[in-house]
């Protein structure tokens, strides 16, 4: 049986199974920024600020697929550098963007059968999140259109309810573990990570699948196929 939002304080002395999905290639076969970047194209804005963007971030492929550039480092500077996009914006005006991702591009790229294993764990009642890059406001509508109670994304920042343009740290890498402890224990809920599940698509999530007991490779990339085989890890696609 599903769980209401309230019911979770509730239980928050009780051991709970966790089940933790990236959004970007496991949930979806794209990603966020994409979605992003399509609301401000249909819309006309910020035609000089994506031309930047793609000016400095699209040649970085080059030392990545070489080697040269950390998957680690490309995923933080492309996360980081997408605040541009909201710069002056108000929260609202936000909020507004990251229901249109939410709605027409993330919609529209679902995996049915990841989407399906979500649904599955909220029937069961587990204590289902969003574990994202993305920046916190899509993260949160997003888990809204499926009705997900816990979203967790890199922060932007906002002073006097505009955004500064810039994020604090981003959630990937190991600091998407280092954050949903943190979450969970700063809510008062006591999450048997040995019996919870962790569902991604990339090498660079090994520290989320590693803080549980039942990882699932998501249509994975090379390297996160075979760190799944050598480890025994459940895989999909």
């Known amino acids: ?35 992003i970047m399509a609301y401000r194209a249909r819309r006309g804005e910020r035609r000089l600020t994506h031309l930047a963007f793609l000016a400095l971030h699209y040649p970085l492929l080059i030392p990545r697929a070489l080697r040269l550039l950390s998957e680690s480092d490309f995923r933080r500077r492309w996360t980081l550098d997408l605040a541009w996009y909201f710069r002056g914006d108000t929260e609202t005006e936000l909020a507004a963007m990251a229901d249109w991702v939410a709605r027409e591009s993330v919609a529209a790229t679902a995996r049915p059968d990841i989407v399906g294993r979500l649904r599955a764990h909220l029937d069961q009642g587990h204590l289902v999140a969003l574990v994202s890059g993305a920046p916190t406001p899509f993260v949160e509508a997003i888990a809204r259109r499926w009705d997900v109670p816990h979203a967790l994304g890199s922060p932007v920042e906002a002073r006097a309810g505009r955004l500064t343009g810039r994020m604090g740290p981003p959630c990937i890498d190991d600091q998407k573990a280092i954050a949903t402890r943190a979450y969970f224990a700063g809510r008062g809920l006591a999450v048997d990570y040995r019996q919870s599940y962790a569902y991604a698509d990339s090498f660079s999530d090994r520290g989320l699948f590693e803080l549980v007991g039942r990882p699932v490779a998501v249509y994975p990339d090379r390297r996160l196929r075979s760190l799944a085989a050598s480890r025994g890890w459940a895989v999909i696609g």
């Open 1 to 35: 049986m599903r769980l209401e939002k309230g019911a979770w304080r509730v239980l928050g002395a009780m051991s709970l199974i966790a089940a933790l999905f990236d959004v970007d290639g496991t949930l979806t076969t794209d990603n966020v920024w994409k979605g």
